[in-house]
């Protein structure tokens, strides 16, 4: 593995032990669709184990640092510079329709910037992660975003609403967190969603930053209802104009 700081190797550890969790569970999914219930409940467990599991790693070390939380919300620490962002299962509805597509994803904030990232599938066993001026990776590999100029040779990563708002080459894929860390390593070229969350987002974000592509403007202090488009710097105009009413 590449040279990274002990706070993304704690993000790194703290998401490979989840993700025995996750793996374990996904793996009940089946037998559970058939059961008249549902595996709704059983699923809402898994994600908030997964995510009080997360945050008891994460605090291990870094016992003042606070958190916002797909499930525990706003978590306010004596260290509100330093945040953890966390969604434990990006991707639940997948999960619960045992469609193995889905992520856990973990960032940290210091001081108003997002400045470590990690998106783990832990099905596919593929990491993506990233650190500010430190470049993007995956599976300890330098990524890049796509190099491609002409917007009807790009695939690009959306929502349900994005589908049936673009004439663009669509797919929704049902995880923002996995189509950012795709358009980090060019197997997307661009992503574009409305009323995402922070947690959703956040390493995705500064994975694509770092593998050299470019983010529409947010306040990355924001939690809710979030506009975002990104893609690489080649088509970043051209993919704003077919969304100007996006």
């Not at 996904?26 to 809402?44: C, M, R, S, W, Y």
């Not at 999960?95 to 990232?117: C, D, N, Q, Y």
Request: charged share 25%; hydrophobic share 40%.
């Amino acid at each position: 593995m590449n040279s990274i700081s002990p706070n993304l190797n704690i993000m790194i550890k703290a998401c490979e032990k989840v993700s025995k969790i996750i793996i374990r569970d996904f793996g009940e999914i089946e037998n559970l669709q058939v059961a008249k219930k549902g595996p709704k409940d059983f699923v809402t467990k898994t994600d908030k184990r997964v995510e009080e599991i997360l945050i008891d790693e994460l605090s291990r070390s870094k016992k003042k640092y606070s958190f916002i939380t797909e499930e525990s919300g706003i978590i306010n620490n004596s260290d509100k510079e330093n945040v953890w962002i966390i969604d434990p299962i990006d991707g639940t509805t997948n999960f619960l329709h045992g469609i193995p597509h889905f992520a856990i994803s973990v960032a940290l904030r210091t001081r108003k910037e997002i400045i470590s990232g990690v998106i783990f599938d832990p099905i596919k066993n593929e990491i993506f992660y990233a650190e500010k001026n430190n470049g993007s990776y995956f599976n300890n590999q330098r990524i890049r975003v796509s190099k491609k100029t002409n917007l009807e040779d790009c695939l690009f990563g959306t929502n349900i609403s994005g589908v049936k708002n673009s004439d663009l080459n669509v797919r929704c894929l049902g995880s923002a967190a996995l189509d950012l860390a795709y358009v980090g390593s060019g197997r997307l070229d661009g992503f574009f969603q409305s009323s995402v969350n922070i947690w959703d987002i956040a390493a995705g974000i500064l994975i694509i930053n770092e593998a050299g592509g470019k983010i529409s403007n947010f306040d990355e202090n924001e939690i809710h209802n979030i506009n975002l488009k990104a893609s690489s710097i080649n088509i970043f105009s051209k993919m704003l104009k077919k969304l100007d009413k996006f």
